[in-house]
């Protein structure tokens, strides 16, 4: 159970540093781009794989069924 936590822990971490970069990178629309510009833009940046990667993690550790231990009988 701990360690489930843990593991929901980092993936949260890593969703809010990748949205905070996905935030960032908006001010590129007030210079002129587009949002298949943007789009483009941020699909090469690494930091924003970050959000995906953290949201998967997210995903996985809240849906993945517990292994039942029967050690404590």
């Known amino acids: 159970m701990v360690f489930r936590m ?8 890593l969703a809010v ?3 905070v970069s996905l935030i960032i990178y908006l001010n590129l ?22 959000f995906l990667v953290g949201i998967l993690i997210i995903t996985l550790t809240i849906y993945l069924p517990r292994r039942k ?5």
């Not at 843990?6 to 971490?13: D, E, P, S, Y």
């Open 69 to 73: 231990n029967n050690n404590y009988l």
């Open 17 to 19: 540093s990748g949205g």
């Open 29 to 50: 629309l007030t210079t002129g781009m587009t949002i298949l510009e943007y789009l483009l833009f941020v699909s090469t940046r690494v930091e924003c794989y970050l």
């Open 6 to 13: 843990f593991i929901l822990f980092i993936g949260f971490g």
